[in-house]
């Protein structure tokens, strides 16, 4: 760990050593917030080293299902081990939940976890990675499914997925489409769903999509140079899909996922499946709203403008699972905050995202291109409308952590950051804390166009409700 320009370092931070276990690390929460309110400086931390104990990769139920740009775990387990942030038993809210990873780690530190996403099979992954299956139900249930999968089924309905035949070899289809039906007999809707998301994870294994990108785009050998690495594994790759058995790796798959969901038992032994809500500008319908003032803690890593195509990325999946037809897809789209589709209508003119620093860089990027402009300017102001939620549910006194970035657009430095602080900030919280960490995980780190650069490290602002 080392510091950057004016900021510290975590390294700089004195502490007692006494007294530590494995799960507990050498520099806590509190530590920061006293090196901050003294120096006033953002610091440099590595979230690996600060909570080493924590695996990257395996642990409890992450894995269940691919999703792109993950967070990092090590980021709420870090907060969620405070108890000046939060205490066993406080609800915890995560508006931006994605895959489920502050949701599964708030409940495995002994909090109550809320979360919302617009994506369907976001909400889908959360929901499963956070609810405990009796053991006996399961095994019941697996062998079930298993004689019904080798029964088999006459004139299997193919589902609505675009260009089905694009992705998918005929014999894939066919045993997909079984998979998917005897998962559809399954009474129980925990087990089921826990068979719909390995069966939503077994979609792009199969598929003609190339593995590495997060967005569907089709294998093709020749798009490299037969002296590539990359051409002999995708000869390979592709050889492979015209016999795959998909039975065989939807089976494999299924059986890390119940071992992850039973482990999930022991660790969490006394939890609740996170409550799960589809809008953050809107926690919950009339009836089943959250309270105002009634969450301690939030934290979470907003989508960010134009960086991640979500619904795109999962569109083989949306439509496998009958979560959204062939046509529904652009609806989706509409609701996730940082989209890029937008008509152009609506950036013929040059809109303002209420923020002075912003709009200043902005109506430089609109003179050069308007539709980013524009995509960064709404990106503001909708987030303007989920952090008025946050702020609502939020207690006062209560905490707020926020994982964000800078990133170029056209070339030009955009610190979302400042401004999302800024947002907050105006609202009548303060800044209790600023932390810097370099992003390791290439997944995070894609240059996906000339437009939108790498992100290269991530700021974490901890704010506290007045």
């Known amino acids: 760990m080392f510091s950057v320009g004016g900021e510290i370092s975590v390294d700089e931070i004195s502490v007692d050593p006494l007294g530590q276990d494995a799960s507990t690390p050498m520099v806590q929460v509190e530590d920061l917030l006293e090196s901050y309110k003294v120096k006033g400086e953002p610091i440099q931390v590595n979230f690996r080293s600060l909570v080493s104990w924590i695996p990257y990769g395996e642990r409890a139920s992450h894995m269940i299902h691919l999703y792109p740009a993950k967070l990092l775990p090590h980021i709420p387990a870090f907060f969620l081990q405070s108890e000046l942030l939060s205490e066993p038993g406080d609800l915890v809210l995560d508006p931006f939940s994605g895959s489920g990873t502050v949701a599964l780690e708030t409940i495995l530190a002994g909090r109550v976890s809320v979360t919302s996403d617009s994506n369907p099979l976001a909400r889908l992954i959360t929901k499963v990675k956070t609810t405990r299956i009796p053991e006996g139900s399961l095994r019941s249930s697996l062998k079930a499914l298993k004689l019904r999968i080798e029964s088999g089924y006459e004139g299997l309905e193919r589902p609505d997925v675009v260009n089905l035949e694009y992705w998918f070899y005929p014999h894939v289809i066919d045993q997909l489409s079984t998979i998917k039906k005897a998962v559809s007999f399954e009474q129980d809707r925990d087990i089921r769903e826990l068979f719909q998301a390995t069966f939503s994870n077994t979609i792009k294994r199969v598929s003609l999509a190339d593995p590495r990108m997060s967005v569907p785009v089709r294998l093709k050998l020749k798009k490299y140079k037969p002296s590539s690495p990359h051409y002999e594994k995708t000869d390979k790759l592709l050889k492979s899909l015209e016999t795959v058995d998909v039975f065989e790796v939807f089976y494999r798959l299924l059986d890390k996922n119940i071992k992850r969901a039973l482990s999930l038992n022991s660790l ?18 009339s009836d089943s709203a959250l309270d105002d003032e009634s969450v301690q803690l939030v934290i979470t890593s907003p989508p960010y403008a134009g ?12 439509g496998w699972l009958d979560f959204c037809p062939s046509d529904g897809l652009r609806h989706y789209e509409k609701l996730n ?12 003119e040059f809109s303002s995202s209420g923020i002075s620093e912003a709009d200043s860089i902005l109506s430089e990027i609109f003179k050069e291109n308007p539709l980013r402009a524009y995509i960064a300017s709404k990106y503001l102001v909708e987030m303007r409308d989920a952090f008025s939620e946050v702020y ?4 006062r006194g209560g905490y707020f952590v926020l994982v964000s970035s800078a990133n170029e657009i056209c070339g030009v430095n955009f610190e979302t950051h400042k401004y999302l602080s800024n947002i ?12 810097i960490d370099d992003i390791h995980s290439r997944g995070l780190m894609t240059k996906r166009n000339k ?10 602002y901890i704010f506290r409700k007045n």
């Open 268 to 285: 969490a032994s006394n939890s609740c499946p996170s409550v799960v809500f589809d809008d953050a500008r809107n926690l919950g319908s």
């Open 337 to 348: 905050i940082g989209r890029e589709h937008h008509s152009k209508a609506e950036y013929s």
């Open 392 to 395: 609502r549910v939020l207690k």
């Open 307 to 318: 960086a991640q195509k979500y619904i795109r990325s999962s569109g083989l999946n949306l």
């Open 424 to 435: 907050f900030v105006g609202m009548g919280a303060s800044i209790e804390l600023r932390l």
């Open 451 to 460: 437009t939108s650069s790498i992100i290269s490290c991530e700021w974490v």
